[in-house]
């Protein structure tokens, strides 16, 4: 008797009460910074950092997405965006001055951006296949890094593999985990990518457009002092052949800056942030269309805050480590030099 008339002396005292209730509230906070920094570190993205205005939800229709972004983000999404029964596509999914220019101009030619794949050759081969299929006026394909887990020479050839039996030109770049296996054997970190594929920078000129492949990947180094020099007297190039040259665009593997995730340069060592900054402002003098690169297995499409150069990230082919589906993205060119990119799941 006393037992019982003690503990319900006990749980009725209002001080117990409210501690047990602030242990309680302390205990799901905690849960939920776990999840939350799980998450981040799981995604490469950070929720609380995310423009919803630059949100991009390919794969839902324009009538849940409106739902979403005004239950979470409480604003509504313009008309011209929410239209009914139609896939979404936010003013961030398409070059904006080619949206409103392209209706009336022809398409020069199209070109394929896979990024990512991560060993998951099954995946690369049915991208290649869909993107091959889907566009008959496809040139070529650019890789945007990260093919293999380690960077062994098997991993790199398998990836190569897939590349080639496409039949289809393709320029590539590496990505950092390309790097690994050289750097652990105390060689070049380029060294397995460079005897499988040959050269991890290049350029060329396409019916007026010029490609920058640059390679950033090396978390450690950057972009060497060799590479820089090259990259000035590429741009420099375009002065004296700006009336042949309708845009300029740059492809790398780590993107220069995010809005919301950390795969940037500067991750590792905190002194390639300035690089990426000084590459901004140097793209952007010369008038450098779009950036684009992978790595951070989310397809995303932003301005930098501080140079206004517009860039974008493509998501990533595997299924490991993705918060969206395999994909990958195909460019539209117009003949006014104007671009338009599609997001495409692997199907």
């Known amino acids: 008797m006393f037992s019982r008339y003690h503990s319900s002396k006990k749980s009725s005292n209002p001080i117990l009460g409210l501690l047990r209730f602030f242990l309680s509230l302390t205990m799901f906070s905690i849960l939920g910074f776990g999840l939350y920094s799980a998450y981040v570190q799981f995604s490469g993205t950070d929720p609380l950092k995310i423009d919803p205005k630059a949100l991009i939800l390919s794969a839902v229709s324009s009538d849940e997405t409106v739902q979403i972004v005004d239950k979470v983000f409480g604003f509504k999404l313009p008309d011209n965006i929410a239209g009914k029964n139609m896939p979404i596509i936010p003013n961030s999914a398409i070059d904006q001055s080619a949206n409103q220019k392209t209706q009336a101009k022809n398409t020069l030619f199209s070109f394929m951006l896979i990024a990512d794949s991560h060993n998951e050759n099954s995946y690369l081969e049915k991208a290649l296949s869909q993107a091959k299929t889907g566009k008959s006026n496809l040139a070529f394909v650019i890789g945007l890094g990260d093919y293999t887990q380690v960077g062994t020479i098997e991993e790199l050839q398998a990836a190569k593999k897939e590349l080639d039996k496409n039949s289809l030109r393709y320029f590539v770049v590496p990505g950092d985990h390309d790097h690994w296996d050289a750097r652990n ?131 990533a082919a595997a299924s490991q480590r993705n918060t969206q589906a395999p994909r990958f993205a195909i460019v539209n060119v117009y003949d006014d030099g104007n671009i338009s990119v599609e997001d495409m799941e692997i199907r």
Do not use: C
Request: net charge negative; hydrophobic share 35%; charged share 25%.
């Open 185 to 315: 054997k105390q060689l070049e970190s380029t060294t397995n990518f460079k005897q499988v594929f040959g050269v991890n920078y290049q350029s060329f000129i396409f019916q007026g457009i010029k490609f920058i492949l640059i390679d950033n990947s090396d978390n450690y180094k950057g972009v060497d002092t060799e590479q820089l020099k090259w990259l000035e007297n590429e741009l420099e190039n375009t002065k004296t052949n700006q009336k042949d040259l309708k845009s300029i665009l740059v492809f790398v593997h780590t993107p220069l800056s995010h809005p919301s995730s950390d795969h940037v340069m500067g991750r590792v060592e905190k002194e390639l942030r300035h690089q990426a900054r000084n590459l901004s402002i140097l793209f952007k003098e010369y008038g450098v269309r779009k950036v684009f690169a992978g790595d951070v297995h989310f397809f995303t499409d932003y301005t930098d805050s501080e140079t206004g150069l517009d860039m974008m990230t493509i998501g």
